[in-house]
């Protein structure tokens, strides 16, 4: 699971999800880390964390991020709070690095949800009011469907090969036969 560090959602997670990990969103992360750091030094502290995910292995990924928090504790007379929270975050921010390196710039930000949620929202809005829950349920189920073919063919979110290497499970059968019935009689 990806999320920001919302310790309710963080809790929730690991209530509803046992056994799953959670990865910090290092998009989320950022913002949180440059509000600690003058305005002047933002761009100087923002490309030192980005070399963290940068790196081209976990061992490395480690490495980096304690030389980054090193840099930043040297420097902690101008950024003492940005060091403690790297410090403190590191585990959160760096999970993504216990799966395979294909699977990393899919895991280390919940951006493509959250522009899912936006295409889900923009619809919607056009609309403005719908007549039954059911047509709402159509309208975001389509979104829903259009996104999942386009990961599904034009440009595969994971592969099966990819994740049979992280060692994750890949369930076969149609979704779309087992989910639409659940979600229209719901409405």
Not at 5 to 22: E, F, K, N, R, Y
Not at 46 to 58: D, E, G, K
Not at 80 to 95: C, F, R, S, V, Y
Not at 149 to 173: H, N
Request: with cysteine; charged share 25%.
């Amino acid at each position: 699971m990806i999320s920001d560090d919302h310790q309710g959602l963080v809790g929730a997670i690991g209530a509803v999800l046992p056994g799953a990990s959670w990865q910090r969103c290092r998009t989320h992360f950022m913002r949180n880390l440059l509000t600690r750091v003058p305005k002047s030094a933002q761009g100087v502290v923002a490309t030192l964390v980005r070399s963290i995910f940068a790196q081209p292995s976990a061992e490395e990924v480690a490495a980096q991020m304690l030389r980054v928090i090193e840099q930043l504790e040297r420097l902690e007379r101008l950024f003492p709070a940005a060091a403690e929270l790297l410090a403190e975050a590191g585990p959160d921010i760096t999970a993504f690095a216990s799966l395979p390196v294909e699977h990393w710039r899919q895991i280390w930000s919940n951006n493509p949800q959250e522009r899912l949620n936006r295409e889900i929202r923009r619809r919607t809005d056009v609309v403005g009011v719908f007549p039954n829950r059911r047509a709402i349920v159509r309208l975001v189920g389509a979104v829903l469907s259009e996104q999942h073919d386009e990961w599904a063919v034009a440009r595969r979110y994971m592969s099966q090969e990819s994740l049979a290497k992280a060692g994750m499970t890949v369930i076969e059968g149609d979704a779309e036969e087992e989910v639409m019935p659940a979600l229209v009689a719901a409405g």
